[in-house]
């Protein structure tokens, strides 16, 4: 064969592939027709996540490529079909007469409202009435619909006033009851396994406390406004180096101790701060896929990690340094709440450093609210379990936002969720957290000795004047007590 042989054998057996919209358009395409991402990886054998990739960038290829393109085309077919017929009210006036929308019968025009009304079983807007009361026509419209009446109704309608009116504020649906209380349920359950066994029915909660957080975190984002994206592409930064190393971002961990004291001998106070990391769920965390970009602009809508040259930190001898216990100058990368603590620190309120130069950024749109119904149900949880003196929903619901953390990562005990992002992000979040409680303990007065990790600061004088003492997410409680220095001069805060 020659080489002309061999090329026009490959230009024989070589294809394009079939092109596919932006991102955008496919995730707008799926939508319009309302059909979820389960649906649509079902039809084409494909997982929910590699469905979110699609819609955030990545392309498939192969058969599941033609296949998808399939999808798209005859959804912006139908769509396009759907946009040239009448819709809504006009829809209903070009029926047939004696034919509503669903084939039944239809209602007298004096049955017809010109004003939606309430409804005399739900207390919703309804369009039609019954012998003169507004009344929904469609029971699964109702708010009464799953309600059954203990005796048949009477022949005559009764009075208005004799109907019990939901009133429902705007933006809410009405519901049969309060959803199902997933902590509640799972320690009922397991104590009962073990016969009531505090110990043994704790050990078996926090075994399952990964699953079961995943399975709270999913019932809370049920009718939530953004999708997820749940195993994005990640940039090399945010990937381990070696099989036991770390990645590169810097989650500024404070170590810091203060380097000396006055003279004379002063009683420390360790404080303890209370689910640190559960609070720190309320941080900005990138929704899709990261996406690089250069330049010293920070867009505060959007979220994820940032190459920057820090300031020189120069209030060490009474503060900690907010990108905690560094030994190396020159750049690094380092999360979303590290830089916006760096940028508000260097803003005219306090002026305590300059702003830090930022080289390169991985961000994504963003929202600080997207794990605020999952802290919440944590919270409340936890907060009844400190009233009700229950130990073990208090370590199960340690155990639930602990490892929720610490798995979101390259974890073999989390594969619903790998978003590495968000696992630094939370984690800066506690220290920065921290690093503001070190900050409101000196501006009233006290002197900061130490701070360390999440929820360890070390302070001298009437710490409850500042902070609220008890076991609440906002509170504090004391660790230890202790003396430092001497009457002869000072030393090291460190020497205990």
């Known amino acids: 064969m020659s080489d002309f042989d061999a090329i026009d054998a490959l230009l024989a057996e070589a294809r394009q592939e079939t092109p596919l919209p932006p991102a955008e358009e496919r995730r707008a395409l799926r939508e319009g027709l ?30 599941v490529r033609d296949k998808y393109a399939y999808f798209l085309d005859g959804a912006r077919t139908k769509l396009a079909a759907a946009e040239e017929t009448p819709s809504g009210e006009a829809a209903v006036e070009e029926m047939a007469v004696g034919e509503t929308a669903e084939g039944d019968p239809a209602v007298e025009d004096d049955d017809l409202l010109p004003e939606p009304q309430p ?8 369009r039609h009435q019954v012998e003169g009361f507004p009344q929904h026509l469609d029971p699964a419209e109702c708010g009464t619909a799953d309600v059954v009446p203990e005796k048949e109704p009477s022949p005559e309608p009764p009075k208005p006033a ?12 009405v519901q049969a009851g309060d959803p199902p209380d997933l902590i509640a349920s799972a320690v009922s359950s397991v104590l009962a396994q073990h016969a009531g066994d505090v110990d ?49 971002i810097w989650e500024a961990r404070p170590k810091w101790t203060r380097p000396e004291l006055p003279p004379g ?39 994820g990690v940032h190459l ?68 919440i149900a944590l919270k409340d949880a936890r907060d009844r379990a400190i009233a009700e003196g229950d130990e073990v929903t208090l370590e199960y619901v340690k155990a639930m936002y ?6 979101l990562g390259e974890s073999n005990y989390n594969r619903e969720l790998y978003r590495t992002d968000w696992m630094h992000l939370i984690r800066s979040q506690a220290f920065v957290n921290l690093w503001w409680k070190a900050h409101r303990a000196y501006d009233e007065g006290l002197m900061v000795v130490r701070a360390m990790g999440t929820d360890e600061l070390h302070v001298i004088g009437d710490w409850r004047a500042v902070f609220a003492e008890g076991r609440g997410v906002t509170e504090v409680k004391v660790k230890d007590v202790y003396p430092v220095g001497t009457a002869e001069g000072p030393e090291e805060a460190g020497e205990r």
């Open 34 to 63: 309302n059909v979820s991402r389960p649906q649509l990886a079902r039809a084409l054998s494909v997982s929910p996540s590699t469905v979110a990739g699609w819609e955030s960038g990545r392309d498939p290829s192969g058969e």
């Open 119 to 126: 409804c005399v079983l739900c207390g919703q807007p309804a």
């Open 162 to 173: 004799a109907w019990p009116v939901k009133v429902v504020p705007v933006g809410r649906r």
């Open 200 to 248: 043994k029915a704790t050990a078996a909660l926090v075994k399952r406390a990964i699953p079961d957080a995943m399975e709270l975190l999913d019932d809370s984002r049920k009718g939530g406004r953004y999708d997820v994206v749940a195993h994005p592409w990640l940039p090399d930064i945010l990937r381990k180096q070696t099989a036991r190393g770390a990645d590169q």
């Open 265 to 303: 001998e002063h009683e420390v106070t360790a404080l303890d701060v209370n689910g640190a990391y559960l609070s720190a769920l309320k941080t900005h965390l990138p929704i899709g896929q990261l996406e690089h970009s250069t330049g010293g602009a920070h867009d505060r809508r959007r979220s």
């Open 308 to 375: 920057i040259t820090p300031a020189d930190w120069e209030h060490d001898a009474y503060l900690p340094n907010p990108l905690g216990s560094r030994d190396e100058p020159g750049p690094l990368w380092v999360t979303e709440p590290t830089l916006r603590l760096l940028l508000r620190l260097a803003g005219p309120k306090y002026g305590l450093c300059e702003p830090p130069e930022i080289h390169e950024s991985w961000t994504s749109g963003a929202t600080e609210n997207l794990l605020e119904k999952f802290r």
């Open 402 to 407: 602990s490892k929720f953390v610490s798995t």
